[in-house]
């Protein structure tokens, strides 16, 4: 079964309006959980590193005052694009991994966001 | 910093066997990973190698050579499911953060 669970998987929004995407660890504790966005035919491009309890850290580019993140206890990890705009448009996929040595990355099943 | 490498495209037919390459440049790394992306989906694990050497799972094989600097993904029994985008991930040395290659998309034909 799934071991991360993301929702929504599809949000249309008018250009201006805030989107909350929520992402879970369904079996384990994740103190690190990451947030990626993914354009057609590209590769993954973190965008952050969510850590629980404490500040995430973004990449180089990605603007922190539009993406909004929260991470509030060990099993839950939040993305909110603020004030969408129609660039924002993509697939935005979180993932986290077991605290374990070698653990793979799990993924959750992504959100299609579109925006008009 | 890292950086990884594979080709584009890969087509193949039904019941063969094809080999994605994936070439690095990195500074230190825990291990070799693949994952497998079908159109719309999320990523999923495949295989992963920490040491040199071939890994088996199944039609799916991985292989990794660090002083070449180079792995491969080894895809057997090929069946038109398996078209799909396979990317190579490496996990930095002292990161939490998986770095991913840019994806080769696989095109499996009747």
């Known amino acids: 079964g799934a071991v991360v669970s993301q929702h929504p998987s599809r949000v249309i929004c008018k250009s201006g309006t805030s989107v909350k995407i929520e992402c879970r660890s369904l079996?384990?504790?994740?103190?690190?959980m990451f947030w990626y966005r993914q354009f057609p035919k590209q590769s993954l491009m973190l965008m952050a590193t969510?850590?629980?309890?404490?500040?995430?850290?973004?990449e180089q580019g990605v603007e922190k005052d539009k993406f909004l993140i929260n991470h509030a206890s060990l099993t839950l990890s939040t993305l909110t694009v603020a004030s969408a705009h129609p660039e924002d448009s993509s697939f935005y996929i979180c993932s986290a991994r077991r605290p374990l040595q070698n653990s793979p990355l799990h993924f959750g099943n992504g959100t299609r966001l579109t925006v008009t | 910093g890292q950086s990884l490498e594979q080709p584009s495209e890969v087509t193949a037919v039904e019941g063969a066997i094809v080999q994605i390459n994936c070439t690095y440049q990195?500074?230190?790394?825990?291990?070799l990973s693949w994952y497998q992306q079908h159109d719309g989906g999320a990523p999923t694990f495949l295989s992963y190698?920490?040491?040199?050497g071939l890994e088996e799972t199944g039609r799916f094989s991985s292989f990794l050579s660090r002083s070449d600097s180079y792995g491969y993904l080894l895809l057997q029994e090929l069946q038109m499911k398996d078209s799909a985008s396979y990317f190579c991930?490496?996990?930095?040395?002292?990161?939490?953060?998986?770095?991913f290659g840019p994806g080769t998309r696989l095109s499996v034909l009747p």
């Open positions: 190698n920490g040491l040199d």
């Open positions: 969510s850590n629980e309890g404490s500040k995430a850290t973004y």
């Open positions: 990195t500074s230190g790394f825990y291990g």
């Open positions: 991930a490496v996990r930095p040395e002292g990161g939490q953060n998986f770095v």
């Open positions: 079996d384990f504790q994740a103190t690190t």
